[in-house]
């Protein structure tokens, strides 16, 4: 049976200009997802009435979420002041996960959303979304040799 990864192992990861790669600091979530845009198409033969389509574009985002740190600025993190600066900017940044079992996946995107709640007696939370650009990669020595050439299936 395999053994199940524990999310508070998985963390996320975001350079600047192509800098040393730092931690979101006090991460509580993270969520990767992948979309795929599909065109509606139209098929020769009755399909049953079942719709049918193609895929022709893909996108990926990041939503992520922590807590806010007394400091501001801390040595080889990212706070949240950082991800505002960063956000407010409109830098383009390198991201990367790391789930605690040498599984990497990297790619390039921008901070699209960032937010903050302050409850009574609760600790100040954030929340805040990547938007990727162009095709995340997962490091070559996880991927296995399980290949779909989608051009033999259309």
């Known amino acids: 049976m395999n053994e199940?990864?524990?999310g508070s192992y998985k963390i996320l990861l975001i350079s600047i200009n192509g800098a040393t790669y730092y931690p979101v600091g006090c991460?509580?979530?993270?969520s990767f997802t992948e979309n795929v845009e599909m065109l509606g198409t139209t098929v020769r033969t009755n399909n049953g009435g079942w719709a049918?389509?193609?895929?022709?574009?893909?996108?990926?985002?990041?939503s992520f979420s922590g807590v806010v740190t007394k400091l501001h600025t801390i040595a080889d993190t990212v706070t949240y002041n950082d991800l505002k600066i960063i956000k407010r900017s409109r830098q383009i940044i390198q991201w990367k996960t790391t789930d605690g079992s040498g599984f990497e996946e990297t790619g390039v995107g921008f901070i699209t959303s960032l937010s903050d709640a302050a409850g009574i007696d609760e600790f100040i939370s954030f929340s805040a979304g990547i938007q990727g650009v162009g095709v995340p990669t997962i490091s070559a020595e996880t991927s296995n040799d399980l290949v779909v050439d989608l051009n033999t299936q259309l």
């Open 4 to 6: 199940l990864l524990n």
């Open 27 to 30: 991460l509580t979530s993270n």
């Open 52 to 62: 049918s389509s193609v895929p022709v574009g893909q996108s990926y985002s990041f």
